[in-house]
């Protein structure tokens, strides 16, 4: 089946700092969500990619389909105390089944 | 708005058991699934429904079932609970998948099997 390597794993930064991540897979994809986990509760979809190339923001939060199709990149600037969580991505090729890489474990030190 | 709700939100039982987890989803969305989370494995699909009546199995099935008897529910039973089956289970739900329709999660079961 198809797989998504995320890396890092876990991300420990100072407030301020600016967070980058990324998400790889051994096949092409038509669509890349990304999704952040909060201890306790589910995921919540942050943004949703659909073309090769896009570049979309929400916030803070900005988010970019590779060109081959085959990775994304999260990025998060001047990070704050709630952007504390983990940061899944997953990958859509137009079957009925969403693959999710293995998330990146953001922590902010104090 | 409720959104996708999971109950109940925790439980133990001893190996063989069984017990039902519920989804309720009141969006009115077609779509609905159930994945299991594990420490360093992401998200894994169990099973999903693609619409009332239908359930089809996802990439880890085996100890599990499905029903999808109403559109807005979404049962997963255990029917003999083993060890390898404790997880935090979550459900989600959307509008359609083949045009990436976002999925929208519950806030997870946490099961504990002795």
């Not at chain 1, 980058?20 to 986990?37: G, P, V």
């Not at chain 1, 949703?48 to 979309?56: F, N, P, Q, R, S």
């Amino acid at each position: 089946g198809q797989q998504l390597n995320q890396s890092p794993q876990s991300m420990f930064i100072q407030e301020g700092e600016d967070v980058s991540m990324n998400c790889t897979s051994s096949s092409i994809f038509n669509t890349w969500l990304w999704y952040k986990q909060d201890p306790g509760e589910g995921p919540v979809l942050l943004i949703a990619l659909y073309k090769a190339g896009e570049l979309t923001s929400n916030g803070r939060l900005t988010a970019q389909f590779g060109i081959t199709r085959k990775d994304s990149f999260l990025n998060i600037s001047a990070s704050i105390p709630s952007d504390v969580g983990i940061y899944f991505c997953a990958g859509f090729f137009g079957n009925e089944k969403l693959t999710f890489g293995t998330g990146t474990r953001l922590t902010i030190i104090p | 708005n409720a959104g996708v709700t999971q109950t109940p939100k925790f439980r133990v039982l001893k190996t063989g058991q069984s017990m039902t987890l519920l989804c309720a989803q009141d969006m009115n969305h077609e779509y609905m699934y159930w994945y299991r989370q594990d420490p360093g494995m992401g998200l894994r699909l169990i099973h999903y429904s693609v619409g009332e009546g239908t359930t089809a199995k996802g990439e880890v099935p085996d100890g599990y079932n499905v029903s999808r008897l109403k559109k807005q529910n979404f049962l997963l039973g255990l029917e003999s609970a083993a060890p390898s089956q404790t997880s935090v289970y979550f459900c989600a739900s959307s509008y359609s998948t083949g045009f990436g329709q976002p999925q929208h999660f519950g806030d997870g079961t946490r099961l504990s099997i002795l």
